[in-house]
């Protein structure tokens, strides 16, 4: 009984890896001194130029799409396409992501957050969703500036009860 539950956590995070959901998350959440260094050794052109964040919006558009992201992972409605940057809609597309999100739901039931996690970043969130059948970690990055709109997700497996 463990060896499927873990086979579906780990054909789920394949799922997701392959949709591309953890690249634009894993940007996001890169810690300061590795940016640094990214930078000193990726040429100039490639760099983007430093943009400040109104901490305060960028908390409430957090809660906001994560609550658009609870409500599409319980069923309650799909979760709709302005959730997310044309970016993230280039290498996911809507389907893919609300296939994910079914997914989810069919193997571990429907999910509430269950705490929220400080990131190094305001436009990053770490959330753990106790869903029905076990806890499932979560994070995702929304573009630094308005509308705040989700540039990736990353769904972990989950840590059945």
């Known amino acids: 009984m463990v ?3 873990t086979s579906k956590a780990l054909y789920l995070t394949a799922l997701l890896a392959s949709a591309g959901f953890m690249t634009g ?3 996001q959440t890169q810690p300061a001194a590795s940016a640094a260094n990214a930078a000193q050794n990726a040429p100039a052109e490639a760099a983007a130029p430093a943009v400040n964040v109104d901490a305060a919006a960028a908390d409430a558009a957090l809660r906001k799409r994560l609550q658009a ?3 599409a992972l319980d069923g309650k409605s799909k979760i709709a396409s302005s ?5 993230f809609l280039q290498n996911s ?3 893919s992501v609300q296939k994910a999100m079914d997914s989810i739901r069919t193997s ?3 999910c509430q957050t269950a705490g929220r996690m400080q990131t190094g970043t305001p436009v990053a969130a770490s959330v753990l969703l106790n869903c029905t059948k076990g806890y499932v970690p979560l994070e995702f990055a929304i573009e630094p500036q308005s509308p705040y709109r989700i540039e990736g997700i990353s769904l972990h497996p989950a840590f059945w009860k």
Do not use: C, R, Y
């Not at 959730?83 to 970016?87: A, I």
């Open 25 to 27: 998350a894993q940007a």
């Open 93 to 95: 597309p809507l389907d």
């Open 108 to 110: 571990v039931g429907s």
């Open 3 to 5: 060896f499927t539950k």
């Open 69 to 71: 992201i609870t409500t």
């Open 83 to 87: 959730n997310f940057s044309e970016k």
